[in-house]
């Protein structure tokens, strides 16, 4: 048990038998009244966003997350294969734990996973991985009906939207939290 004194950002807490990690908290002391601690809280397992408060003082259940760097091995079926680098074991992991940025995962790329009693809950993907493009149509000059983008498909056979002068066989640097195109990379 901890106390609110005790909150930080991505602590996890077992609050009515489900686990909620938190996103932002801030501690309160109005004019009138007691302190209090207003947080924005995410379910470890839907995503679900809620805003809770907490009276100031008061005990909650912290939960034991083990995060752990594991290396993606392959796809198995619709499985991520993941292995962990300290004892080599091998897990198969959800496409819902893996979140969508999984979508960006080559292989040996290198993910870092969140356990709570041997269970995996989430991963944390890299914030950005270099891909190759594989096909995208050439962009015509002047085209602008589109905003200035066009699609690519990319190595790992996700679609983003990139810029016209993009071409097939150019390495880009994708954000994996929103699937947005950052740069090119030169080698």
């Known amino acids: ?45 839907t995503g679900k966003n ?62 870092q996973v969140s356990f709570n009693e041997g269970v995996p809950l989430f991963a944390e993907m890299p914030v950005a991985v270099d891909l190759i493009v594989q096909h995208t149509d050439p962009g015509l000059q002047g085209d602008r009906s589109t905003g200035g983008t066009k699609p690519a498909t990319l190595e790992t056979g996700a679609e983003v939207q990139v810029p016209l002068f993009i071409n097939t066989g150019d390495k880009l640097r994708i954000d994996t939290r929103d699937g947005h195109y950052l740069s090119r990379v030169n080698d």
């Open 50 to 111: 809620v805003d809770k408060t907490f009276s100031a003082g008061v005990k909650v259940e912290i939960a034991t997350v083990d995060r752990r760097d594991m290396t993606f091995l392959y796809r198995d079926g619709e499985d991520y294969v993941l292995m962990d680098e300290q004892d080599y074991e091998q897990i198969n992991v959800s496409p819902a734990v893996m979140g969508d940025g999984a979508r960006f995962l080559l292989e040996n790329t290198t993910v």
């Open 1 to 45: 048990m901890a106390s609110t004194a005790d909150f930080k950002n991505g602590l996890v807490l077992k609050e009515e038998g489900q686990l909620w990690q938190i996103v932002e908290f801030q501690h309160v002391k109005p004019g009138k009244g007691p302190a209090f601690v207003r947080t924005k809280l995410k379910n470890v397992v």
